[in-house]
């Protein structure tokens, strides 16, 4: 464990110290000061608003540092021939991809909980002179979502890693993660609109079969999107959050296994 650690910690340095990662911060600074503007523009749920934007915020420059700069990270090495070296040296396959998918945790960590305080900015001016009595809002159910956006950037790195144990290309991998996470986040609306109404009846039976398949073997992406509740401020209740967490984590190691499986038996070029 300690030599995958190892890996984890070079491949987070490497990826805090990629200068596509300080272009994104700035993209995600510049959006956080467009919420502060926008709330402006409503007359009620100003609160509402910025919570939702800046959780938003959150989730995409997030996504964009896994998809722009995580990807780059595996690619790196086969195309600089430096995955010779170290597979050379006393560490496994596995340890050496475990390594990579640690260090991608690491850079989501530190993003997350950077753009997560920072997040927190165009709350508080929106609280504070925007404020109405009616309006609801918790700030523990705010965090709380901010933590899920890390659960699902967590699930995000374990398909990269997936993905990247199968190609050495990296626009495939990109391709690949991104195709599905879209589809990890449109599979519960599709399968509630299949399943209720006029559309159960009118729907064909392998159309139904392949949504449920897709339900299924693509993760749950909406199960991690709490900014309805923390715009609201509505209660999360701690059987859903063991629950969801739990589903995360027995998906992210399901994905990872099946990554080291594959790379395992993977021939170099």
Known sequence: MMRA??????????????????????IAL??????????????????????????????????????????????????KRTIYMVISRPISRSQYLVG???????LALTVGFLLGALSALPVIMSKRFYYYTEARFAWDVFFIAVVYIFIK???????????????????????LAMVTYLIGESTEG???LLTSGIEAQTVSPLLSSLVNIAYYVFPNMSAFDLKTQAAHGLPVSLAYMSW?????????TAVVAAGTLFFRRREFP
Do not use: Q
């Not at 749920?45 to 938003?56: E, G, T």
């Not at 896994?66 to 780059?72: A, D, K, M, R, T």
């Not at 969801?244 to 992210?252: E, K, M, P, W």
């Open 5 to 26: 650690w190892a890996v984890a910690l070079i491949t987070f340095k490497e990826g805090i110290k990629n200068r596509v990662i300080f272009g994104i911060f700035i």
């Open 30 to 79: 510049l959006l956080f000061a467009a919420t502060t503007l926008i709330t402006t523009l409503f007359m009620r749920d100003i609160v509402k608003v910025a919570v939702d934007l800046s959780l938003s915020t959150v989730s995409f420059a997030g996504l964009l540092t896994l998809f722009f700069v995580g990807v780059n990270l595996f690619s790196k090495d086969i195309d």
């Open 100 to 106: 990579k998918f640690l260090g991608l945790l690491l």
């Open 153 to 175: 950037l967590a699930i995000v790195s374990s398909i990269i890693t997936f993905f990247a144990s199968l190609t050495s290309n990296s626009f495939m991998t990109l391709v």
């Open 190 to 192: 599709v399968r509630s």
């Open 244 to 252: 969801t967490a739990l589903y995360a984590l027995v998906y992210i």
